[in-house]
């Protein structure tokens, strides 16, 4: 979603990890500390008796992120699971700022998790575009961040969403197309001071007045009375939200004002980061190419960015690395199949042998080369097919394919 390009953090030198919605800089090789995070937000870490919980609700074993702890904290998950247990209605709210012209792998996980939480709930989703977000906080036209938008709906529909069940909007053209939408954004708006607003986003007096505001645009999508089309005018359906945690100032702050606007609270499951090629203590940036994989990526390029740039855990030289082994916890190669590689039997693997020395940085990265190229090829593949028709279909508000 959000994602701040003018405040030089990264060029400081760095004594803490430092989260917010624009910013994401670690202290550490092995990147943030997510223990402290929580404690610092206030949230609460997954742990196995959520995961059961969840198993033995569904029926079924856990996404690999959630199996792994790339989703690893949490707020109200055990209310979300006790009206799904009810039989009872939820639904989920994601986001994209559309930034660049193509996506990278960073930008999938929230929405690989998502389709899984909308196949095995099956429950309805909105996707909020924010292309007002990235005109007021990049150098772009609203008219270049509207096209971005349409654009990067292609990349996410290509996940395979259903399209009787997903609405994926832009601010630009929703906003002004649904009065209810607004009306909620008001009374965000409403409730929430400036002091209040720059002690949780760290405004500062020359940021502009749009960028003040538009945390009520984000906070907005998390009740169901901004959707009255979705949910046949519904205000009390409660609502879930993977997000990475760099995003959970703006549902603090939603949390927050939601009972005195008569309103439920979302509850929300959030995900660790995914590291630039060049290590952890920061996050892929869509506007340095060598720090990604993109989505449009080719084969060569990938084998490319992996061989030239992915940070290595290993060894100095071949006898190094065979007698003490490679650090997992830094490697780049290793963390990317963390996310991506499903097999866990083969991962387990693959960190015993890196960690004693017996499989080299070199084999790891073929390793990794293999997974993405797999990925990113299927994902070419199903973008291709992907029709301005169904973009269209799936920005249209209607009424959703699920009973209430």
Same mark, same amino acid.
């Given at each position: 979603m959000a994602e701040r390009v003018e405040s030089g953090i990264a060029e400081l030198e760095v004594q803490e990890d430092v989260v917010d919605p624009w910013n994401v800089v670690s202290k550490s090789a092995t990147g943030i500390d997510y223990d402290k995070l929580i404690t610092k937000f206030g949230s609460t870490k997954i742990d196995d008796e959520l995961i059961k919980r969840m198993e033995k609700a569904t029926g079924k074993p856990v996404h690999h992120l959630l199996r792994r702890g790339v989703f690893f904290s949490m707020r109200d998950m055990h209310e979300i699971l006790t009206l799904y247990e009810q039989k009872q209605p939820f639904f989920l709210y994601t986001g994209r700022g559309p930034s660049s012209e193509a996506m990278h792998l960073g930008h999938l996980i929230p929405f690989i998790f998502t389709k899984w939480l909308q196949d095995t709930f099956d429950v309805p989703l909105v996707i909020q575009m924010t292309d007002d977000e990235k005109f007021l906080w990049k150098d772009m036209t609203i008219e270049e961040a509207n096209r971005l938008a349409h654009e990067n709906t292609k990349d996410i529909i290509a996940l395979g969403f259903d399209v009787e069940k997903t609405f994926i909007f832009s601010?630009?053209?929703? @906003?002004? !197309?649904?009065?209810?939408?607004? /009306?909620? /954004?008001?009374? @965000?708006?409403?409730?929430? +001071?400036? !002091?209040?607003?720059?002690?949780?986003?760290?405004?500062?007096?020359?940021?502009? @007045?749009?960028?003040?505001?538009?945390?009520?645009?984000?906070?907005?999508? %998390?009740? %169901? !009375? !901004?959707?009255? /089309? @979705?949910?046949?005018?519904? $205000?009390? $359906?409660?609502?879930?939200?993977?997000?990475?945690?760099?995003?959970?100032?703006?549902?603090? /702050? +939603?949390r927050d004002v939601a009972p005195r606007m008569g309103c439920l609270k979302p509850a929300l499951i959030h995900s660790t980061f995914f590291p630039a090629l060049q290590g952890a203590q920061s996050k892929m940036s869509a506007s340095d190419p060598t720090s990604s994989i993109f989505l449009t990526d080719t084969d060569e390029e990938i084998e490319n960015k992996i061989k030239r740039y992915a940070y290595s855990g290993g060894g100095a030289t071949i006898e190094e690395h065979k007698q003490k082994g490679g650090n997992c916890d830094t490697d780049v190669s290793y963390q990317y199949l963390t996310f991506f590689l499903e097999d866990d039997e083969k991962l387990t693997t693959i960190e015993q042998e890196y960690s004693n020395g017996t499989l080299t940085t070199g084999k790891l990265k073929e390793e990794l080369i293999t997974v993405l190229q797999r990925l990113v090829g299927e994902h070419r593949r199903n973008r291709k097919l992907v029709t301005d028709e169904m973009v269209k279909k799936f920005m249209t508000p209607r009424k959703l394919n699920f009973q209430y």
């Open positions: 601010d630009v053209e929703y @906003i002004g !197309s649904c009065p209810e939408f607004y /009306m909620n /954004m008001c009374r @965000i708006q409403k409730l929430v +001071t400036f !002091s209040q607003a720059k002690a949780i986003f760290g405004f500062a007096p020359c940021d502009s @007045i749009g960028k003040i505001a538009f945390p009520a645009i984000q906070a907005a999508p %998390s009740f %169901s !009375s !901004s959707f009255p /089309m @979705i949910f046949n005018g519904k $205000v009390d $359906v409660p609502c879930l939200i993977p997000c990475a945690i760099d995003q959970d100032p703006y549902f603090r /702050m +939603t």
